[in-house]
């Protein structure tokens, strides 16, 4: 066989230096990030996720726009949350902290389990009893967390973990953590590498506590004024309907959404998500359950990338801007999809076509699927 690209002898060096392997999160961008030599990095090697182009969903929304997917669902415990959770608890390791403590809706509790059982700590996450999807409360239990539930809200949950760890010497890693947006801001890094250093036109993403919108502005900037990346985009976030309380203008006392994720009456990042929108030029706008599930089934169904429910805010959020002649033609367009589908299995099983019951039969297979029967020969 003769020698060709990709091929060499026993023993022979390669014809170019190896890719270095990815470190995480902070070692790739240690120099934007709070960490000293002295920091005991922590990580699941998070981060390095795909910029999916999704060239079939364009063409189901109507548009002939550039889009692509951040998909976040392939961070090692399947969220975005792992970006800042690898900052919060290296640096509550740093500090002598024993323990790590949050309030959850699921993705930041999965999370925050995962880190602490990688860092030998204590982890304390409070929920709002029955409000969590079951993929996500399950990674939480099997890292070893000690999970509560309580009989209310997550505002509630978050209200009690600020108390508990301000009154006992526990490390709060909920978004309201500044370590927390620090990590999340490298998505914005990596999305502006993979479009050759610069931003989208325009980025679409879930609004539920509000430091994702606020931590991936801060990215766009920092990368922007250091020369890193040659533009800024709009940012464009949607909230679920039921949950909208920075578009009403007004806690939302009791949210209610299928979109589980961003299920929060009153966001901590709030203001921050505000400004980060203005700043843009962009906006935060709402969406409909109705729409979300739209999204979530084209998503899984147009371009094989299985979402969580909140994840599809930000597609239905391009599809009603696309309906309302928001979107300027040409412009690029980056979606993040949040968390993987497989955080909510209920919610895709109630979606999703029911499987047929069939005889055992290779006629009645044929059949079923209009095909026709033939003989051999």
């Not at 934007?32 to 189901?60: C, D, M, S, Y």
């Not at 509560?148 to 709060?172: C, N, W, Y």
């Not at 959404?257 to 961003?262: E, F, K, Q």
Request: charged share 20%; glycine share 10%.
């Amino acid at each position: 066989m003769a020698e060709g690209a990709g091929v060499r002898r026993a023993g022979m060096a390669p014809s170019h230096e190896a890719t270095p392997p990815w470190r995480g999160v902070i070692e790739r961008y240690r120099e934007f990030l709070p960490v000293g030599e002295e920091t005991p990095v922590i990580t699941l090697l998070e981060g390095n996720t795909p910029l999916l182009p999704a060239r079939r969903l364009a063409e189901k929304l109507g548009c002939d726009n550039p889009i692509w997917l951040k998909l976040e669902g392939l961070n090692p415990t399947g969220s975005f949350k792992d970006r800042g959770m690898t900052v919060a608890v290296s640096k509550a390791v740093e500090a002598g902290s024993q323990a790590v403590i949050c309030a959850s809706t699921g993705n930041t509790a999965a999370s925050a389990a995962a880190y602490a059982a990688r860092a030998g700590l204590e982890a304390v996450v409070v929920i709002p009893k029955g409000k969590t999807a079951l993929g996500k409360l399950t990674q939480a239990m099997i890292h070893g967390a000690r999970v509560l539930q309580v009989e209310g809200s997550f505002d509630d949950a978050l209200r009690i973990v600020k108390d508990l760890s301000a009154r006992h010497p526990m490390t709060l890693v909920n978004s309201l953590n500044p370590f927390r947006l620090e990590g999340q801001k490298t998505a914005a890094f990596e999305i502006c590498e993979a479009l050759g250093d610069q931003a989208p036109d325009l980025h679409f993403i879930p609004v539920g506590n509000a430091g994702n919108i606020t931590a991936y502005w801060k990215g766009y900037r920092e990368f922007h004024s250091c020369g890193r990346s040659t533009s800024l985009p709009k940012m464009r976030g949607f909230q679920a309907e039921g949950a909208a309380p920075i578009v009403r203008g007004k806690v939302v006392e009791e949210p209610e959404t299928v979109a589980s994720a961003i299920r929060i009456g009153n966001p901590a990042s709030w203001q921050e998500a505000v400004m980060a929108a203005e700043e843009s030029g962009g906006f935060i706008d709402m969406v409909s359950d109705e729409e979300i599930i739209a999204a979530y089934s084209l998503l899984a169904a147009s371009e094989g990338t299985f979402g969580e429910p909140a994840s599809a805010a930000s597609v239905a959020g391009l599809a009603k801007d696309v309906r309302l002649g928001r979107l300027p033609k040409g412009a690029t367009v980056v979606c993040t999809i949040t968390g993987h589908g497989l955080k909510d299995p209920d919610t895709g099983l109630r979606a999703a076509a029911k499987p047929a019951s069939l005889p055992a039969h290779l006629e009645a297979i044929e059949q079923h699927l209009g095909l026709r029967g033939s003989s051999g020969g």
